[in-house]
Antibody, heavy 116, light 109 residues
């Protein structure tokens, strides 16, 4: 299971921080991702991190996004700086499958609203 | 970057009918890197198809995927009430990077 956690409300220009805790299965040996979805809109991939700490980001968000991982806690994190209302969305964490580059397990998602 | 276009944007069908959803890539892609997801309101997406045509674990055989090059199709042979949802295609590219299509909504006629 994957569980997102973090503030549901962030002020404009501040930094959004979310954690994803993985339980009930293997953590090492998989890559992990964040994906978001504004209300009524399609999915948008944010970035990916491996358990060695190697990461890649969506070029459109790269300047504002960083991801980190804590293998001792089976947890990975997202930080997005300088947020605006356009960053309001449901944020999902997901596992990247080991045999195909797909998102095979997802968290339930957490709504983050950017508003003063 | 590969851009995915899905058509139609929405589809109204009755239970028992066949659904055919299209995903077109802006350039020829490796079919191993095309996947399909189903998303119901208020839920996370669920992986249906990977490698363009292989069903994920526990996905009923009424779901099938096909295609190559730039054109890919998700077919649902006989719509069940629980199949009414939004469907997204997804591509994995170099860098690595992932892109999603805009989705096709399948609703009850």
């Amino acid at each position: 299971q994957l569980q997102e956690s973090g503030p549901g409300l962030v002020k404009p220009s501040e930094t959004l921080s979310l954690d994803c805790t993985v339980s009930g299965g293997s953590f090492s040996g998989f890559d992990w991702s964040w994906i978001r979805q504004p209300a009524g809109k399609p999915l948008e991939w944010i970035g990916r991190i491996s358990t060695t700490g190697s990461s890649n980001y969506n070029p459109s968000l790269k300047s504002r996004v960083s991801m980190s991982i804590d293998t001792s806690k089976n947890q990975f994190s997202l930080r997005m700086s300088s947020v605006t209302a356009a960053d309001t969305a449901v944020y999902y964490c997901a596992r990247i499958g080991s045999f195909a580059p797909t998102f095979d397990i997802w968290g339930r998602g957490t709504l983050v609203t950017v508003s003063s | 970057e590969v851009v995915l276009t899905q058509s139609p944007g929405s589809l109204s069908l009755s239970p028992g009918e066949r659904a055919t959803l299209s995903c077109r890539a802006s350039q020829s892609v490796n079919s191993n890197f095309i996947a399909w997801y189903q998303q119901k309101p208020g839920q996370a997406p669920r992986l249906l198809i990977f490698g363009a045509s292989r069903r994920a674990i526990a996905i009923p055989d009424r779901f099938s995927g096909s295609g190559s090059g730039t054109d890919f199709t998700l077919s649902i042979s006989r719509l069940e009430p629980e199949d009414f949802a939004v469907y997204y295609c997804q591509h994995y590219g170099s860098s690595p990077s992932f892109t999603f299509g805009p989705g096709t909504k399948v609703d009850i006629k």
